[in-house]
């Protein structure tokens, strides 16, 4: 998998789990299995992840009976949760709006007004220096 693409990943993780708590609370193997299907991020990543969400006061816990085992840590957000959704929210959308918009995508064109939409293309080249660090 490109580097590049496991960092975004885990850049928008904690983005992710509080939307998807916002809709409902879950156990922690849901809400890996749902990002496992979604962006294909794995059960390792997501329990420090939601240790640290619960110890930052984003999430809290109660346990509920299980039919088919021991009871399950269901995850809820709190209302510091809800807030960091909300501003994380809007963060990535004017994030990733300006990321469209230096990229050229289709989603940029909509954005922009009827005048600019008919510009040509430019291209942008971004070059990565790689320093050797073995000696």
């Known amino acids: 998998m490109e580097p590049n693409l496991v960092q975004f990943k885990k850049g928008v993780l904690e983005l992710c789990v509080l ?3 916002s809709r409902a609370d879950s156990y922690g193997y849901d809400i890996a299995s749902r990002l496992s299907d979604a962006i294909e991020m794995g059960e390792g990543t997501i329990y420090p992840l939601m240790r640290r969400m619960q110890k930052d006061g984003l999430v809290s816990t109660y346990f509920v009976e299980s039919p088919s085992g021991p009871p399950r840590k269901y995850y809820t957000l709190t209302e510091n949760g809800r807030q960091s959704l909300n501003s994380q929210r809007t963060a990535w959308t004017a994030f990733t709006k ?7 995508s289709d989603d940029a064109a909509h954005a922009t007004t009827p ?3 008919h510009s040509p293309a430019t291209t942008l080249t971004v070059q990565k220096t790689v320093r050797n660090t073995q000696a």
Do not use: D, P
Not at 98 to 104: D, E, N, P, Q, W
């Open 19 to 21: 939307a998807l708590l």
């Open 98 to 104: 300006a990321v469209h918009a230096i990229l050229g």
């Open 115 to 117: 005048e600019t939409s």
